[in-house]
């Protein structure tokens, strides 16, 4: 079994940072990409940022460009995503996710951590 696990959600004024981390632990895997999604409650899960360990390359929601980083340890298969200036509209689970294989869908899972974002 792998299992993937968030941290460091929280409440948070607007305009204010927090730094999520996700670490996989279990089964041994090696991993193609991995992301972060977020759903608000009403609305369908989102992409949010991702990163293809081969070359490191980056990719982001053009809503949260310029203000969200994603990083991350291939060769601990942990990720991690920094978030300044937030607002309240990114208030959302935020899940992080692995993809195994090259445009493969992501695999593996976590169950998620609270973001709130206050006005």
Partial sequence: QVQLVESGGGL???GGSLR???AA????FSS?????FRQAPGTEREFVAAIRWSG???YYADSVKGRFTISGDNAKNTVYLRMNSLKPEDTAVYYCAAATVAGGEYKYWGQGTQVTVSS
């Fill in 32 to 36: 193609y990409a991995m992301g972060w």
């Fill in 20 to 22: 999520l981390s996700c």
């Fill in 12 to 14: 948070v004024q607007a």
């Fill in 25 to 28: 632990s279990g089964r041994t």
């Fill in 56 to 58: 490191g390359r980056a």
